[in-house]
């Protein structure tokens, strides 16, 4: 999981993997468009999202069309459930003992 | 649109000042009772952090990142038996009119990137987090 957190870290990764979820599958070319980075740049975040599972690609005739693959965000999202409610506790513990002073 | 984020945040409004919250919040006795007995915390910038971290019962250590009094406490700890679990963790007071807001984000250290990152993308405080699995879910069925 520290790989997909270590992808996910970079925030033109996480932009660039929002666009894919939100807007559906899209080229290189069309991402780095409308990222405004370099379609170099653009794949270099595709092959890393790639790695790691949050992203598949598919040729389309001439095209490479990349997809947004969020079954790989489950871990992520059980360790922030797991972490926020850790702190919830902490936090009651903390609130209890400030306003019974 | 949907947001991909790999911070964990909680936030929580306390009845009190900001100084009753910091003393709470870095006190040894506050320390114990909100992490737990034991505690112990060198609140200067690379101090030591032991606790047994009752909540979550996983002893910790870590390392103290920085210390504003009544406005920030920040560090990056990690269970005892596995050094590479490392997050940052930070604590804000915010005083309110109605009292103090305390806001934690805790952080996996293998998020941490070395781009500054745009505002717009990395300070979105929330009341409650939408769970990034939850949001994927949403995705599929619609």
Not at chain 2, 67 to 89: C, G, L, N
Not at chain 2, 126 to 133: C, G, H, Q, W
Request: aromatic content about 6%.
């Amino acid at each position: 999981m520290s790989d997909v957190f270590a992808v996910l870290g970079d925030p033109t990764r996480r932009s660039i993997l929002e666009r894919l979820s939100t807007d559906g599958p899209a080229t290189a070319t069309r991402l780095a468009d409308e990222v405004g980075i370099s379609r170099q740049a653009v794949a270099k975040h595709l092959n890393l999202l790639a790695d790691v599972g949050l992203a598949a690609s598919e040729r389309q005739g001439r095209e490479t069309l990349f997809r947004a693959e969020l079954g790989a965000l489950d871990d992520v999202g059980a360790w922030l459930d797991r972490v926020q409610g850790e702190w919830k506790l902490r936090l009651d513990r903390l609130a209890r003992r400030v306003e019974s002073t | 649109m949907t947001d991909v984020h790999t911070d964990a945040e909680h936030e929580l409004l306390i009845d009190a000042q900001p100084e009753d919250v910091w003393e709470a919040l870095t006190s040894d006795d506050g320390l114990d009772d909100w992490l737990g007995e034991g505690t112990e915390v060198d609140p200067v910038p690379g101090g030591e952090i032991v606790t047994p971290d009752v909540v979550s019962d996983r002893p910790r250590r870590g390392q103290v990142d920085e210390v504003d009094p009544k406005r920030r406490f920040a560090f990056t700890w990690w269970p005892e038996d596995d050094h590479d679990d490392r997050s940052h963790v930070t604590i804000t007071l915010v005083p309110t009119r109605a009292g103090t807001l305390v806001r934690v984000v805790e952080r996996a250290a293998a998020a941490t990137s070395t781009t500054p990152a745009p505002a717009w993308v990395d300070w979105m405080w929330r009341a409650s987090l939408v769970s990034v699995r939850a949001q994927s879910h949403a995705l599929v069925r619609g």
